[in-house]
C-alpha cells in the first residue's frame, strides 16, 4: 500500500525552477483548461510550487518535502500522484539527483500552452470536450476568442526598425569593440529566460503506435522516408492515442489524406480520422482513458500463476478494463457507449485503478445477468473509494464479501416469502425456488460454498427443532390421554 515510499520520502528535499514567469494570463488558462483534466488538488500542488519563487527570482531555497506535506495538508503518497499528472499534462519536469545519502529533486514549472495551442492540440481539446461537454467547451473557447478584422480596407502604416532607429557610427562601434564582444557571448552555464511557452508540452511515446506495421499498409508507390517527418509521426501518435485507431485504419486515412507530391496535409487528417471516429462510434467524444494497473501495486509481477485465482488475478493487473468488457461481447462486438461512461467514470471519478475497476465490472456482470447497472456499480465503487483500494487482492476480497452479504439478503428474503403452513419439506423446496442461480467467476465459487454451507446447516437446525417440537406436542398429548 505505501510503495511511493520507494520514490519518495518527507526528508528528501527539492528546489522549484522555472524559465518563464507565470503571469495572470497563465494562471487563467490553468485553471480554465487544466485544471479539468488534472483536478483541483494537483492545480492546487502546480501553485503550491509556484508560490515557493520569490518575486523576480526563478529559483526558490532548497526545502523538504514535509514542508509541502504541512503546507497542503496532504500526505506524501497523494502528493507523489498528483505530481504525476503534473509531469504527463507537461507542467512541470522532474528531475533527481544522489548526493551521499541525500536525495534532492529539481521541480522545473513549465508554463501552459497558449489558448491557441490547446484549442489545436489534437489530445488536450478532446479530452477537454469530453469533461465538461459541449455548452462549457464552448464557453471556454468563446473566453479565449477574439473576432477577427479585416484589414483590407486599411492601410498599414507602421514604421520600421529604421525609420526610427540610426545605427551606430564607425568610431562609436570600433570604441565599444572589445565589450561588445565579450557582452554578447552567453555563459555557457546560463538560460536566458523564455516566456515562450510553444517548448512546453506533455509526451506520450512513439512506442505506442506500431509504424512498422503501417508501413506495410501503406502503397509501394508510396516513400516512408519523405512521408514520415516528425511532426507528422507526432501528430499520428497523438491521434491514434486519443481515438484509438489501428495501423490498418490510420493507413488509409494517410493515404486519403495526401498530397501531390507524397506529404500529408494534417489538417485534412485530423478531420478525417474526426470523420472516422464519429462514424465508427458515433458523435460521442472519446473519453481519457488509463492504462493498465500500475506496476508498484501488482502482486503477480514476474511470477506464474499456481491457482485459478491467481490467474484471474494475473488477468485483472494486465487488461484494461475497456479490453476486459470487450473480451465479455460477442466477437467484434463494440463496448456499448453506456458502458464505456461508467468505465470512465469509475477511473476518473472515483479513482479506482484499472486492475480494481476490473474486478468490480467483473462481478457485477456476473452477478447481474451481463449488465452494468450504473446506480449499483457507483454504489460499490464509492464504497470501494472511501477505503482506498489499491491491489486486486483487496478488491476480490471485498467483491466476496459483499457476494456473501446479497446472498443472505435473498435467502432471508426467499424465507419470507415462502412462510406458511405447509409442511417443511414443501416450505424448503419453496425456499430453494426463490433463491437466484448466479453465474459466478470462479474465484467467488469459494463464496458461494460458505454461503451454501451455512444455509444448509441453519435449515438442518431448523428441521430438527420443529422435529423436536413435534415430539413434545406428541408427548404431550400421549400423557393427557
Known amino acids: 500500500m505505501a510503495l511511493h515510499w520507494m520514490h519518495l520520502l518527507p526528508v528528501d528535499r527539492y528546489v522549484v525552477r522555472t524559465t518563464s514567469f507565470i503571469n495572470e494570463a497563465d494562471r487563467k488558462i490553468i485553471t480554465l483548461l487544466y485544471q479539468p483534466l488534472i483536478g483541483a488538488i494537483a492545480h492546487s500542488l502546480y501553485f503550491a510550487l509556484q508560490s515557493e519563487l520569490e518575486r523576480d527570482q526563478y529559483t526558490s531555497i532548497e526545502t523538504t518535502h514535509k514542508t509541502l506535506m504541512t503546507m497542503m495538508g496532504l500526505p506524501l503518497d497523494k502528493i507523489y500522484e498528483e505530481r504525476k499528472k503534473l509531469e504527463g499534462i507537461g507542467l512541470l519536469n522532474v528531475y533527481k539527483q544522489k548526493q551521499d545519502e541525500d536525495i534532492i529533486y529539481l521541480y522545473e514549472l513549465q508554463k501552459p500552452f497558449s489558448p491557441h495551442e490547446f484549442f489545436k492540440d489534437d489530445v488536450l481539446s478532446v479530452y477537454l470536450y469530453n469533461r465538461v461537454g459541449k455548452y462549457r467547451y464552448l464557453q471556454l473557447r468563446d473566453r ?45 552555464q546560463s538560460d536566458i529566460v523564455n516566456n515562450d511557452s510553444s517548448e512546453s508540452s506533455y509526451t506520450i511515446l512513439e512506442e505506442a503506435f506500431d509504424f512498422s506495421l503501417l508501413i506495410t499498409y501503406l502503397s509501394n508507390m508510396i516513400n516512408p522516408k519523405t512521408l514520415f517527418t516528425e511532426k507528422v509521426k507526432e501528430t499520428i501518435v497523438r491521434l491514434a492515442f486519443v481515438y484509438r485507431i489501428d495501423p490498418y485504419e490510420m493507413s488509409k486515412i494517410i493515404q486519403d489524406s495526401l498530397l501531390h507530391d507524397d506529404t500529408v496535409d494534417l489538417d485534412v487528417m485530423r478531420e478525417k480520422v474526426k470523420n472516422w471516429y464519429k462514424f465508427t462510434y458515433e458523435s460521442e467524444p472519446p473519453g481519457l482513458g488509463f492504462r493498465t494497473h500500475p506496476e508498484k501495486y501488482r502482486t503477480m509481477s514476474g511470477k506464474e500463476p499456481k491457482t485459478e485465482e491467481e490467474e484471474m488475478i494475473l488477468l485483472y493487473e494486465t487488461e484494461s478494463p475497456l479490453t476486459l468488457l470487450e473480451s465479455k461481447s460477442a466477437a467484434g462486438a463494440k463496448v456499448p457507449l453506456g458502458d464505456a461512461k461508467i468505465v470512465e467514470t469509475l477511473l476518473l471519478d472515483y479513482k479506482l485503478l ?118 413434545k406436542l406428541l408427548k404431550l398429548q400421549r400423557q393427557e390421554g
Open 144 to 188: 479565449f476568442t477574439i473576432n477577427k478584422i479585416n484589414k483590407d480596407n486599411f492601410k498599414e502604416i507602421t514604421l520600421s526598425f529604421s525609420d526610427v532607429f540610426t545605427s551606430l557610427h564607425h568610431s562609436e562601434i570600433s570604441a565599444q569593440q572589445g565589450e561588445l564582444s565579450t557582452s554578447l557571448v552567453i555563459d555557457s
Open 354 to 471: 484499472p486492475g480494481v475497476a476490473n474486478v468490480l465490472i467483473d462481478f457485477i456482470l456476473e452477478i447481474n445477468d451481463m449488465k452494468l447497472t450504473k446506480s449499483y456499480v457507483e454504489k460499490i465503487a464509492g464504497q470501494w473509494a472511501r477505503k482506498n483500494v489499491k491491489t486486486v487482492k483487496e478488491a476480490m476480497a471485498l467483491a466476496k464479501g459483499e457476494y456473501k452479504k446479497r446472498e443472505q439478503w435473498d435467502q432471508g428474503t426467499a424465507e419470507a416469502a415462502a412462510t406458511t403452513e405447509r409442511p417443511v419439506k414443501q416450505r424448503q423446496n419453496n425456499t430453494n425456488r426463490y433463491v437466484r442461480k448466479d453465474r459466478l467467476p470462479k474465484w467467488l465459487i469459494e463464496a458461494k460454498k460458505e454461503v451454501t454451507s451455512k444455509q444448509e446447516d441453519d435449515d438442518i437446525t431448523k428441521v430438527k427443532q420443529e422435529l423436536e417440537e413435534k415430539f
